[in-house]
């Protein structure tokens, strides 16, 4: 569900990805020894479609059985 990226991008390059969230570890940082913030991209319309297809064929691949 989580895929984390290296390369410099900017959120235009995550459109039509189907992961549903990306983790941007250039922009992510440790505030101190005990917390951590997170820049989590997302295209929500593309991998929510993506998603909810792939759960659609599970459901027909597991009635068919």
């Known amino acids: ?7 410099y991008k900017v959120s235009s ?13 250039n922009a992510s940082m ?6 951590f913030k997170f820049l989590i991209r997302y ?4 991998s929510y479609s993506y998603k909810v297809i792939k759960l659609l064929l599970h459901m027909i691949d597991y009635n068919n059985k």
């Open 1 to 7: 569900i989580l895929v984390e990226k290296t390369k």
């Open 13 to 25: 390059d995550y459109m039509t990805t189907t992961c549903p969230s990306i983790v941007d570890s």
């Open 30 to 35: 440790n505030l101190n020894n005990n917390q």
């Open 43 to 46: 295209d929500n319309e593309w």
